[in-house]
């Protein structure tokens, strides 16, 4: 909760563009296993822009976890990095993800949706859910390289 008194979410995720097909299902039956994730700032032109403000709404605390899809993982990353406190990972896989989050205290997931398959979006936001704990020796060195509080 916050200090309003209303639940804040733990995990949130954005789409450019339309979300595919398998990723709407996926989203649908995350609702039914009562996971509400926040949905975050939409893309209206500007992509970078867009990046920001995903990544702005990790900074404030608006939200833990995040996945991010996109068409241009490599980009978002770059962007999404600059932002203190983000830690932007490209996965392409499953395991990828799993490995971002718990091994190197990634707290935004970005994913090229070319050819994620249902079961892939659906594990992808399971993670996000789960949101991994950034293991106490990497929240100290990227704290020393950033000065910025981590989880």
Sequence with gaps: MNGNGQNVAGWG????????TMLQIALRAAHRNGHSPQILPECNGETCDWIRRVAECLRS???????LFCRDACLACCIANKVPGVRAAAVWTVAQAARALEQVGANLLVVEM??????ECKELLRLCCDGGNCPPGVACILQELDGHAHR
Excluded: D, I, L, Q
């Design 114 to 119: 070319n050819h994620c398959t249902y079961f």
């Design 13 to 20: 995720y954005a789409v450019e563009g339309r979300p595919s």
């Design 61 to 67: 605390g608006k939200c833990r976890t995040a996945v």
